[in-house]
């Protein structure tokens, strides 16, 4: 049988002083590497929300063909800073967004850890990663919410257009005022069990799969990774679990959507979205915009891995 004495010890803690100075840097490093992720990739996350908002007609019509289609005509329609509408709600979230998600990562593989020096099991490790995507919620949904109305207006504008409608230019600030408003502090989480579904399976999924390709990779001296190791691991790990989570992006995109295009079905929570789905436009509907969501995610995570393995806060506070 063998020994457990060694788990059964509990795992030693640093002084509050040495922990609050090391919470610090974690939650900078989330921020430093959001920003830097969502700068870099948010318009093709802008043309993944008007791919997968976007219904086929009973023609077949379409506004997009495809992922360079979408790419080209919202370029050609609303210029260079038209493929960045939405990001400034993007990057003033995604600091305590990332840092959350990170953060309360380590935090939970931590506690759920059976001993200094352990590697963690899988079981607790998925759950560790899961418990951090239930924490991150509380910001992504309101984040998500103010961001798809920005990113699909142009798309719902022109088929207002084409119908011979108008529909009026809103802002990030005026929505959230709007629906704080009408609903109070529930407005704004709308979505948030499809929300959930996404960000806690995608978490699941994520945290594991990086912790045992980064593990694969040299290491230096003091044991922490190499940066284009940790780069490639959060890229092969977030491109994956993005893909294997797209049905439920696409599901809470279309929840999240308040404004619809003429025509466009409303939905009623997460089965009616499903059934409606379904019904109309068939299974292959769940993967709409899943390759450009993958060409999102994998920047998007190997960056953030790269600068919370770098430590760039704590050379930046001369704790390295």
């Not at 119908?163 to 809103?170: D, E, L, R, Y």
């Not at 995570?301 to 600068?307: E, M, N």
Request: charged share 20%; with cysteine; proline share 7%.
């Amino acid at each position: 049988m063998a020994d457990n004495s060694e788990a059964a010890k509990p795992i030693p803690k640093l002084p509050p002083k040495q922990q609050e100075v090391k919470l610090v840097p974690k939650i900078i490093n989330g921020g430093i590497a959001g920003i830097i992720g969502v700068s870099v990739v948010f318009p093709l996350d802008l043309v993944k929300t008007r791919l997968q908002n976007q219904v086929v007609g009973p023609n077949g019509e379409k506004m997009y063909k495809s992922m360079f289609d979408c790419f080209k005509k919202t370029y050609n329609a609303e210029g260079y800073f038209g493929m960045y509408k939405g990001s400034a709600v993007n990057i003033l979230l995604i600091t305590p967004e990332k840092a959350i998600k990170l953060t309360a990562n380590d935090m939970f593989r931590h506690h759920l850890s059976t001993g200094p020096g352990q590697p963690l099991p899988l079981p607790r490790e998925m759950l560790a990663g899961g418990s951090a995507g239930a924490c991150q919620i509380v910001i992504t949904t309101p984040m998500e919410l103010l961001k798809i109305q920005m990113q699909d207006a142009g798309r719902i504008a022109a088929a207002a257009k084409a119908a011979g409608q108008h529909i009026p230019k809103v802002s990030a600030w005026s929505l959230t005022t709007d629906l704080l408003r009408k609903r109070g502090i529930l407005g704004l989480y709308q979505g948030t069990g499809a929300t959930a579904l996404r960000d806690v399976t995608f978490s699941v999924i994520y945290f594991p799969l990086f912790a045992r390709l980064n593990d694969l990779g040299p290491k230096r001296e003091d044991g922490s990774s190499v940066f284009w190791c940790s780069f490639l691991a959060g890229c092969a790990a977030g491109s994956t679990a993005a893909l294997l989570v797209n049905p439920f992006d696409v599901i809470k995109t279309r929840l999240q959507a308040i404004n619809k295009a003429p025509g466009e079905p409303t939905y009623n929570g997460v089965l009616d979205c499903i059934g409606k789905t379904l019904k109309n436009e068939g299974p292959t509907a769940f993967f709409k915009g899943g390759a450009c969501r993958m060409i999102v995610i994998a920047p998007l995570f190997g960056i953030a891995q790269t600068v919370y393995y770098l430590g760039v806060a704590e050379r930046l506070m001369g704790l390295k």
